[in-house]
C-alpha cells in the first residue's frame, strides 16, 4: 500500500453525503482541538492533507481520504466543544451516530487523546460508543512533546491502566516530531493488511 498516493475525496456536512463503507475505514476520533488531523498528517507524512486549525471545532464535517484505493481515513468532527451551541452539538450527534451505524465489515477507531489530560469524561463517551458498535479502536496519546521523561511515564501507565482490556493498544505520540509514528502505522497495516511489518509491501 503507498500511502503517498492518498486524496481527499469528500466532506460530508450532513448524514446524506456519507459515503458508504465499501473498504476498510480507520476514523480519527478525539476532543477538539487535541490534534486529530495532525495525527492523521503525521501518519501520511504530509504536512496538509487534513486540515489544521487554530479555531477548534468550527467545521461539523466528516472528512474522508482515500489510501491507494484499498482504504479510507475518516477524519471526525471533534467532541466538547464548548463554545458550540446547542444545535451544533446535536448535529455532531446525528452525524457521528448516522456515520457509526453505515454497515461496514472492518472499522478501526482511532481516538486520539491528548496525554496530559486524557481520557477524559467524553474520551470515555466515545470509548463506550466504539464498544457498543464493536468497533476496535487503538488509543493515540498526542502531544508527548509537551511532557517531560518522568510526567510522560506516569501518564502513559495511568492511561494504560484506565483502559486496558478495552483498547487494542496505546500509542504514545507526538504529531509535532513524529513520535510513535513507525508504531502507528504497523498497528494501522495489520489491522488492513493482516502485515506485522510495517516496511512490508508499504511505500511511506
Ligand atoms: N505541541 C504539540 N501540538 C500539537 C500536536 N498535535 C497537534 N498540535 C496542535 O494542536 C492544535 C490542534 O490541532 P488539530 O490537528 O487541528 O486538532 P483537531 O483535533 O483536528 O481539531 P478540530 O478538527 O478542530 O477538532 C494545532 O495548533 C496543532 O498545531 C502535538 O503533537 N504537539
Ligand atoms: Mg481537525
Do not use: C
Amino acid at each position: 500500500m503507498n500511502l503517498h498516493n492518498t486524496e481527499f475525496i469528500k466532506s460530508a456536512a450532513n448524514v446524506g453525503a456519507l459515503l458508504k463503507a465499501d473498504r476498510p475505514e480507520v476514523i480519527f476520533a478525539g476532543r477538539s482541538n487535541v490534534g486529530k488531523s495532525s495525527v492523521l498528517n503525521a501518519f501520511l507524512n504530509r504536512r496538509n492533507m487534513a486540515r489544521v486549525g487554530n479555531t477548534p471545532g468550527k467545521t461539523i464535517h466528516v472528512n474522508y481520504f482515500d489510501v491507494d484505493g484499498k482504504l479510507y481515513l475518516v477524519d471526525l468532527p471533534g467532541y466538547g466543544y464548548a463554545r458550540r451551541e446547542k444545535a451544533e452539538q446535536e448535529r455532531w450527534a446525528e452525524l457521528i451516530n448516522a456515520f457509526l451505524q453505515i454497515p461496514s465489515s472492518r472499522r478501526l477507531g482511532v481516538l486520539v487523546i491528548d496525554i496530559r489530560h486524557g481520557p477524559t469524561e467524553l474520551d470515555m463517551t466515545m470509548v463506550n460508543y466504539f464498544e457498543q458498535l464493536q468497533i476496535p479502536f487503538v488509543v493515540v496519546a498526542n502531544k508527548a512533546d509537551k511532557l517531560g521523561k518522568t510526567e510522560l511515564a506516569k501518564r502513559t501507565a495511568e492511561i494504560e491502566a484506565i483502559l486496558s482490556g478495552r483498547t487494542q493498544k496505546v500509542v504514545v505520540f507526538s504529531a509535532m516530531k513524529g513520535l510513535g509514528r513507525a508504531e502507528l502505522i504497523r498497528t494501522i497495516l495489520h489491522f488492513v493488511e493482516g502485515k506485522t511489518d510495517a516496511k512490508d509491501g508499504v511505500t511511506e
